[in-house]
């Protein structure tokens, strides 16, 4: 029995860039509402929200979510929406 042999197929790797919402500091929001909201659009846990509040407060920023662009724009939308300083990057 012979075998035959197929060409290689050329696997095609299809990048997808990956963008980042970045929370800005502010002195208007509190830090309850700001958990309370990262919580709700970006699917935090507590800790999670917490943790990127304090961060965005001590160091003036924070990435607070990850994906691809179409993911994230309608989320940073809602932040924008809830009084929140926010960019995709």
């Given at each position: 029995m012979t075998e035959k042999h197929l060409p290689k197929q050329k696997s095609q790797k299809i990048e997808t860039q990956l963008y980042k919402i970045v929370l800005y500091n502010?002195?208007?929001n509190t830090f309850d509402f700001?958990?309370?909201?990262?919580m709700r659009y970006c699917g935090h846990t507590l800790d999670q929200a917490e943790q990127c509040a304090l961060?965005?407060?001590?160091?003036?920023k924070?990435?607070?979510k990850k994906g691809t662009y179409d993911k994230l724009k309608p989320i940073a939308s809602a932040l924008l929406d809830h009084g929140l300083s926010v960019e995709i990057e």
């Open positions: 502010d002195d208007v700001v958990i309370d909201i990262l961060l965005t407060h001590y160091k003036g924070s990435i607070v």
